[in-house]
């Protein structure tokens, strides 16, 4: 069973930034995507950025492009988002998933591993 755990979320004024970190345990295949989703209060979890096993493929949904930066560490099996120039519309809780395989889904349908969330909250 795969075990995945969130950390670095908290409360930043607009315009700062934040690091989440998601580290994974248990048995994991050695190709896997990791991939940030993020939930509102009241609204669906949506993609944030996902990247494949070997780091060529990263992909980020429109809101945050060029703001947020995913990577990852496979000796640690570790997965970072970088937030960079937040907003008050980037808050919400961030939950990290994992996925066996090469593909890059963006849909939260597609992971079958999920973490606990960390709560970011960006203040204006």
């Known amino acids: 069973q795969v075990q995945l755990v969130e950390s670095g979320g908290g409360l930043v004024q607009a315009g700062g930034s934040l690091r989440l970190s998601c580290a994974a345990s248990g048995h994991t295949t050695n190709t896997y995507t990791m991939t940030w989703f993020r939930q509102a209060p009241g609204k669906e979890r949506t993609f944030v950025a996902t990247?494949?096993?070997?780091?060529?493929?990263?992909y980020y949904a429109d809101s945050v492009k060029g703001r947020f930066t995913i990577s990852r560490d496979n000796a640690r099996n570790t997965v970072y988002l970088q937030m960079n120039t937040l907003k008050p519309e980037d808050t919400a809780v961030y939950y990290c998933?994992?996925?066996?395989?090469?593909?890059?889904?963006?849909?939260?349908?597609?992971?079958?591993?999920w973490g606990q969330g960390t709560q970011v909250t960006v203040s204006s």
């Open positions: 990247i494949n096993w070997n780091d060529v493929i990263t």
């Open positions: 998933a994992l996925r066996s395989g090469s593909r890059t889904p963006v849909g939260p349908h597609e992971y079958d591993y």
